[in-house]
């Protein structure tokens, strides 16, 4: 029996595919340049470490912990589930999540795909024995310690608010402010003027937001709404009209007496007079008492309905019908932006439901439609579901062509009684 002696070859320990995620929590300069130093940080870190294969590094400026407001966040947790990372790396828990619950949700989802998260400051690897136990604690302070911060922070605004001194206001149509000090910009003035005066008049807030959008001034509905009811326009503040519901989300609600509001009299120059800004308030509750509600019908979808983009303003396509009530009715698919603020806000085009149906089946039919974009006039193009294109072009039918037989039949009985009345 021979017996040799071999050296067995050390198997090489696997490289880790490594990657970073980095936050803060404002776009001010300088968190911005903190951002900054932080990519580049673990950027050549992870590059320079033997065992680690260069992943990427995951930044965002947020102004919350939570998961929905980051997207360079999910775009991690998508690349992890993909299979793409091994190893992440972060500064601290509160960079990773404020929310307890969230950092063990994430952690929890990360171990079971083998991905190990590290927090530097923590020394705390989540694949170790003892790493949930720990985040587990350790997260707890770091929530608190953010609600800690938040609560200082909304003392310090409210000791503003109490000395009269507005909070985050920067601009509003016809005025800028500076320091919370308030400047007239005379041609936006005028518009909110205009507003007003519109609405005094009789006119609704749709056909104000035509009229505007025709002058080259864009506004929704809010936006309308928002401008006849700010008492700011007369030169007065109300303070602590909205608040922060909590400190993970900071979802604003409004201030319907849960906390107390200051009223500033005189604070800076008005654009509206006192007695025209009570006459629209005694205008809107008039409105509004006289307004009987339609009982909602339950939502009708249509073949086309959320298939049709408009290709100029981006807006989805609505069915109408045109010339309601008269003989010349027909069904037409039409852009929101232009059917609810004019052809000076988008230069579309309506397009008869007939000639949609036509095109269509020429397309292949329904079921292999993706989506329709009109790209401009007598044109449209069909993404198919398998991601082909097909454009086409289209034109109004002539009058003959869409008449039906009964209104063939009464153009013809018209004809004869001229022609009897001229004999």
């Given at each position: 029996m021979k017996i040799k002696e071999f050296t067995p070859i050390p198997q090489q320990a696997e490289r880790k595919k490594t990657a970073a995620y980095a936050r803060v929590s404002c776009s001010k300069e300088e968190m911005l340049h903190s951002l900054a130093a932080q990519v580049s940080h673990y950027s050549g870190y992870i590059q320079h470490h033997p065992g680690w294969d260069y992943a990427g590094v995951y930044a965002d400026s947020a102004l919350t912990g939570t998961k929905d407001s980051r997207p360079e966040f999910q775009r991690l947790l998508a690349d992890c589930r993909a299979g793409l990372i091994d190893v992440v790396l972060t500064k601290s828990i509160s960079r990773f999540a404020r929310n307890t619950v969230t950092l063990l949700e994430t952690v929890r989802e990360l171990k079971s795909l083998g991905v190990d998260v590290f927090f530097e400051e923590q020394n705390i690897h989540s694949l170790s024995c003892e790493g949930e136990l720990l985040l587990t604690i350790l997260a707890g302070y770091a929530q608190e310690e953010s609600k800690s911060v938040s609560d200082n922070c909304k003392w310090r605004i409210r000791r503003n608010f109490e000395e009269g001194k507005p909070y985050g206001m920067k601009t509003m149509l016809g005025y800028r402010i500076e320091n919370g000090e308030f400047t007239i910009m005379e041609d936006e003035a005028?518009?909110?003027?205009?507003?007003?005066?519109?609405?005094?008049?009789?006119?609704?807030?749709?056909?104000?937001?035509?009229?505007?959008?025709?002058?080259?001034?864009?506004?929704?509905?809010?936006?309308?709404?928002?401008?006849?009811?700010?008492?700011?326009?007369?030169?007065?503040?109300?303070?602590?009209?909205?608040?922060?519901?909590?400190?993970?989300?900071?979802?604003?609600?409004?201030?319907?007496?849960?906390?107390?509001?200051?009223?500033?009299?005189?604070?800076h120059e008005p654009i509206i007079s006192k007695a025209t800004f009570e006459a629209v308030q005694v205008e809107i509750a008039r409105r509004a008492a006289n307004y009987r509600p339609k009982a909602k019908a339950p939502p009708t979808f249509y073949p086309f309905t959320g298939l049709i983009k408009c290709g100029i303003c981006g807006a989805a396509y609505r069915r109408k019908h045109a010339n309601a009530g008269s003989k010349y009715e027909k069904i037409v698919w039409i852009c929101e932006t232009y059917n609810t603020l004019g052809k000076?806000?988008?230069?579309?085009?309506?397009?008869?439901?007939?000639?949609?149906?036509?095109k269509v089946n020429e397309a292949g039919g329904m079921e292999n439609i993706a989506e329709i974009i009109v790209p401009d006039k007598f044109r449209l193009t069909f993404i198919l579901k398998d991601g082909t294109r097909h454009e086409t072009e289209w034109r109004h039918r002539s009058r003959s062509e869409s008449w039906t037989e009964e209104m063939k039949q009464q153009a013809a009985e018209r004809t004869k009684k001229g022609g009897g009345r001229n004999g």
């Open positions: 005028e518009a909110v003027r205009q507003i007003y005066a519109l609405y005094l008049s009789g006119k609704g807030v749709l056909a104000i937001m035509k009229t505007t959008a025709a002058q080259g001034l864009k506004l929704s509905q809010s936006g309308v709404e928002y401008i006849l009811r700010n008492t700011t326009y007369t030169g007065d503040l109300l303070l602590q009209k909205t608040f922060s519901s909590d400190h993970i989300t900071k979802r604003k609600v409004f201030n319907n007496g849960e906390l107390p509001q200051f009223h500033v009299e005189g604070n000076s806000s988008c230069a579309s085009q309506q397009i008869p439901e007939d000639i949609l149906l036509e």
